[in-house]
């Protein structure tokens, strides 16, 4: 069931929303060759407690970690481990974050040193698709022109549209109605003011076909070509949106 937020779960998610936006920030100034992905998500784990927050990911559905890491043709749930990052990878990180019982989800894709014109515009034209995407929303819209927008965009550019995980709800759960894909489908349901959602593209180099590891979690493109990942968490307002997890 789809929920409409009242203004005082409004403001606990404007919270968990800036808490999540400056553990990326936080994140993201130790990305560098040679750090291990468990030392990044022992960073994330103990910023966000020290933020008087939970992070919304560890133990949900048995998750094992605080953080998401996915590094190169990883596309979601990269389990943080001894792994170290090296310069060129492509490292998403997708980050949850709970503030009195509400949640806020957030990912950003980083370049690690140099890489090639085509991996940067990847990441680069997977971020300008999330805000094609968010261009759309307002009281009365239809979810898949959310998605209508991030496909074209996709395709302008000639990358893959991952189908099999899609956006979402947000609230007091990690995960709620409605689903939002990143492309176009046939269900008419309409975005109303005081919905949460979150917008999450997730674009590959290559094709759009993907792969669940022995892991559980970590999904992988088929073809072995890198992915890009960028999410926030938005209120849907009457005339437009309003981004929680930015500051």
Not at 146 to 158: P, R, Y
Not at 159 to 187: A, F, K, Q
Request: glycine share 8%; with cysteine.
């Amino acid at each position: 069931m789809i929920s409409i937020k009242s203004d005082r779960e409004i403001e606990l998610m404007r919270h968990a929303g800036k808490i999540n936006y400056l553990t990326h920030l936080e994140v993201a100034k130790n990305i560098k060759p040679g750090i291990s992905t468990k030392a990044l998500d022992e960073i994330a784990h103990k910023f966000i407690l020290k933020n008087n927050c939970t992070p919304s990911f560890l133990g949900f559905e048995g998750y094992p970690a605080s953080i998401c890491i996915s590094i190169n043709d990883e596309v979601v749930h990269g389990i943080p481990g001894m792994r170290k990052i090296k310069a060129g990878d492509v490292v998403s990180v997708d980050i949850g974050v709970c503030y009195k019982g509400y949640h806020s989800d957030s990912a950003n894709t980083y370049i690690v040193g140099e890489t090639s014109k085509e991996i940067e515009d990847l990441v680069a034209n997977t971020k300008k698709s999330l805000y094609e995407g968010l261009s759309v929303i307002k009281d009365g819209v239809k979810i898949r022109d959310i998605g209508g927008k991030i496909e074209n965009f996709a395709k302008l550019h000639n990358l893959g549209v991952v189908r099999e995980l899609v956006g979402h709800g947000v609230g007091t759960s990690i995960h709620e109605d409605p689903d939002v894909p990143n492309y176009v489908t046939n269900d008419n349901t309409r975005l109303r003011s005081g919905m949460v959602i979150a917008v999450e593209p997730m674009l590959t180099l290559g094709e759009e076909d993907i792969y669940l590891e022995d892991n559980d979690w970590t999904v992988r493109t088929d073809d072995g070509l890198p992915s890009a990942h960028f999410e926030h968490t938005v209120l849907v307002t009457k005339d437009g949106y309003e981004i929680l997890t930015q500051e």
